[in-house]
């Protein structure tokens, strides 16, 4: 059962929702070779600072062996937690904007990400995970 109430059933169904909303996903293997690890994740990132948010959604994904069986038959997304990941950009400044006076700008394609740590976040609805998606950006 989903922490988050209203997750649509199916694994198509969450994937498709979640890569609307603008999440990317990786699976992580695991030893047992009938699950995996997926996560989806959004990036929040702006040009006047040097931080990035990431709101990470950990699922386990159970795959089972029915020949006959569609893909949904097959696998199984079960939510196991949200988190809410923070980096360090470690970009540098942009020497044309030191000029304006509202702060400091960056230069994004010199962006190499250092991971400071990740927090569980209690994620109980769709709506909850909007609100989350509304501040960060």
Not at 11 to 28: F, Q
Not at 74 to 102: I, S, W
Not at 105 to 125: P, Q, V
Request: hydrophobic share 35%.
């Amino acid at each position: 059962m989903s922490l988050m109430n209203d997750l649509p059933e199916g694994c198509v169904a969450i994937d498709t929702l979640l890569r609307k909303r603008g999440y990317g996903h990786r699976e992580i293997e695991q030893e047992d070779i009938y699950s995996k690890w997926v996560i989806y994740y959004k990036d929040f990132r702006r040009s006047d600072k040097n931080m990035m948010f990431r709101i990470e959604l950990k699922f386990d994904l159970s795959i089972h062996d029915d020949p006959g069986g569609s893909y949904d038959d097959n696998h199984e997304l079960y939510f196991e937690e949200a988190r809410l990941a923070v980096y360090d950009r470690r970009m540098e400044e942009d020497p044309e904007m030191l000029q304006f006076d509202d702060g400091p700008y960056y230069l994004e394609e010199t962006e190499n990400l250092k991971r400071f740590g990740a927090h569980s976040i209690r994620m109980s609805s769709l709506a909850d995970l909007g609100t989350l998606e509304r501040l960060l950006a």
